[in-house]
């Protein structure tokens, strides 16, 4: 199978092992007939290439773990301090109605919105909470306000947990951003001598020789790209789940489709993670019905956005992706 996405390259990489351990037993099966590539490399430096790419593919998926990890930590504690913001307000309102902090009260934020905008009521409660709490001469009030067991410490105090929390996933979302730069100049590489050495295959056996024209295929064939899917996308407040359905492919060499997801708004091919595969034949080749697949993979909790892609994959190798569909849970 050619190239199509990150995840291949293990794959492809393996065949081109496969093969160049016979090309090296064609040529006389000793360290000083080998084939070698470009540099000097040798088969052995190329599978420890091929070992470099699959480790850094393994950290890439561990360090979106990690992003995921600090997204939904995050996420539980701005869900926590809007609901004591709520309750703060609730609570001014019942106890103090006429008092000139009822009207000095923050509106609650969206969940949604920018951690400034989400952080600056936050603060501004805090800091209306602490005036109360000092102010002695409210009638028929004694300081301090207490919400059941929430004081306003405890409050403060959640407050800076979620400050540290953006810290954290802005940190995970760092490291991610690096270490896909890092599996990209490795993928450049591995290609390149991927390319070489189907070069320097031909170059010394001929174009006739079974084994280069066994030669395992790094890219797809040209004039074989399949038509792309048109994909629909919506939250099922029902199930909890974003509900994503296509048409059936009536292309005669299709094998899958493979399903993708970015976090966030923005479709970007090099950070998209395949969550799912559906298999050929799903749908009926004569009604033609479409096909659907349930996920809440980076939907995790309210407000979370992500943007989904089907991708319809041939035996032949060749991949068309879909229109993106950005989802926002409620």
Known sequence: MPLTDPGSYVGVMDEIAAHWEDVNTELGGAPATDLKIAGGMTRALFITLRND?????????????????????????????????????????AVLPKSKYAGALPIVPQFSAAESKFLAPLDDAASVWARINLDATIPGFTPPLVIGPLTQAQYLANITALRTAFTALATAENDQRIGLRERDVLLDDARE????????????????????????????????????????AVWNPATAHADLSWPESPNPALLEF???????ATWNDAIAE?????????????????????????????GDVATFKVFVRLTTGNVAGSNAVTITRP
């Open 53 to 93: 790419v699959a480790g850094k593919l393994t950290e890439e998926q561990d360090l979106e773990n990690a992003r995921q990890v600090s997204a939904t930590d995050r996420d539980q504690k701005k869900d926590t301090v809007k609901d004591q913001l709520g309750q703060f307000r609730s609570m001014v309102r």
């Open 193 to 232: 001598r991927m390319v070489q050495y189907r070069a320097a295959v031909e170059a010394v056996l001929g174009p006739n020789h079974p084994l280069t024209q066994s030669l395992p295929v790094i890219t797809p064939a040209p004039g074989s790209t399949p038509d792309p899917v048109v994909l629909s």
């Open 258 to 264: 493979e399903i993708r997801r970015c976090q966030g």
């Open 274 to 302: 395949v969550i799912g595969n559906i298999p050929a034949g799903a749908g009926s080749p004569v009604l033609i019905p479409p096909i659907t697949f349930s996920t809440t993979s980076g939907l995790d909790s309210s």
